[in-house]
């Protein structure tokens, strides 16, 4: 904005250098201010409950709040991105790790599967309209993938509205699996390489927490 501004402030010094105008109307425009974003902070243990236990209390059926706990649980223990968690397939779950393929990265990321998310994971209903035996978790494979993670971002967003947890969305995950594995000594390579993202990004995002 404030490049813009400059640029717009030239042109009109020259305009009005060449009398087609009698003064400089962007000088009277503020110039931008450089507001820094404000810190993505990692969910409390109090939050992660809340939004756990608001996964069993949105939708209309039974289908619909499985679906939305297994969601969540694989964003608190896998931080995987909402398009990973939409089109995961039952085949990348395997002697207990979920071997999965980061779509920003393309990068192999090998994550533990708790007892906790392996009970939502067996629990979980075919998704609707899926030959009999699906090939995902949440994904029939015949819609399109653009439109499996548009519904797996309306899922998630009634569980942290439900939930009543300020500021609560998906990416926050990464910053508290993040925390939690630094915490219990992990390397920032560790964090890095199950992220599936840079080293330098882990230290400027995540390890000053």
């Known amino acids: 904005a404030q490049k813009e501004l400059e640029t717009l402030r030239q042109f009109f010094t020259f305009c009005r250098d060449r009398n087609w105008i009698k003064d400089n109307p962007a000088k009277r425009i503020k110039s931008a201010k450089n507001i820094k974003p404000a810190d993505v902070v990692p969910y409390t243990g ?16 039974n289908y619909e709040r499985l679906r939305a706990r ?19 397939g039952r085949d990348r779950l395997r002697d ?21 998310l392996q009970l ?3 629990a979980l209903p075919s998704p609707r309209g899926a030959e009999r035996e699906s090939r995902f978790f949440f994904w029939n494979g015949v ?14 967003a009634a569980v942290f509205k439900k939930s009543g947890v300020r500021d609560a969305h998906a990416h926050r995950f990464r910053h508290t699996l993040a925390t939690r594995m630094l915490g219990v000594g992990a390397t920032v390579q560790d964090v890095a390489d199950v992220l599936g993202i840079g080293p330098d990004v882990v230290r400027k995002h995540y390890a000053k927490w």
Request: charged share 15%; no cysteine; proline share 4%.
């Open 96 to 116: 207990g790790q979920l071997h999965v393929h980061t779509l920003k990265t393309g990068g192999m990321v090998y994550l533990p599967v708790p007892p906790d």
């Open 70 to 88: 297994a969601m969540i649980l694989l964003l608190h223990h896998t931080a995987l991105r909402v398009s990973d968690v939409a089109t995961l």
């Open 120 to 122: 939502v994971l067996d």
């Open 143 to 156: 819609t399109s993938r653009r439109a499996v993670v548009g519904i797996a971002e309306r899922t998630l």
């Open 46 to 61: 109090q939050e992660i409950a809340r939004i756990t236990a608001a996964s069993g209390n949105i939708g209309r059926t």
